[in-house]
């Protein structure tokens, strides 16, 4: 299983990025794909996840200002995210997984994780 973010950048608040993350090894179209930041100085946090169905779950922290959607033509997931805050900055990670887990707001354990992307958001 490979999970290959891109995307990251620097980008001045209000700003938009785009990250993208590449799969393979795996059926993409059967797992659930998340996204989730490690923030300096901070601790771990869940963003959002797209469930099989194509139904999107995102943290209130993101909520509005984030999109994921999925491309299971091309075992891709995105990340669009709009109206950057400095407090957005961080490594972004894309992860996957399909057994069910009280683990996550997803509903579902994140077996599988990407190296990450780092999104910084500054003047």
């Known amino acids: 299983v490979q999970l290959v973010e891109t995307g990251g950048g620097l980008v001045q608040p209000g700003g938009s990025l785009r990250l993208s993350c590449a799969t393979s090894?795996?059926?993409?179209?059967?797992?659930?794909m998340g996204w989730a930041r490690q923030e300096p100085g901070k601790g771990f946090e869940w963003v959002c996840g797209v469930y099989m169905n194509g139904s999107a779950y995102c943290e209130d922290s993101v909520k509005g200002r984030f999109t994921i959607s999925r491309d299971n033509a091309k075992n891709t997931v995105y990340l669009e995210m709009d109206s950057l805050k400095p407090e957005d900055t961080g490594v972004y990670h894309c992860?996957?997984?399909?057994?069910?887990?009280?683990?996550?707001?997803?509903?579902?354990?994140?077996?599988?994780w990407g190296q990450g992307t780092q999104v910084t958001v500054s003047s």
């Open positions: 090894g795996f059926t993409f179209s059967s797992y659930v």
């Open positions: 992860a996957t997984g399909k057994r069910p887990s009280w683990s996550n707001p997803f509903g579902y354990a994140m077996d599988y």
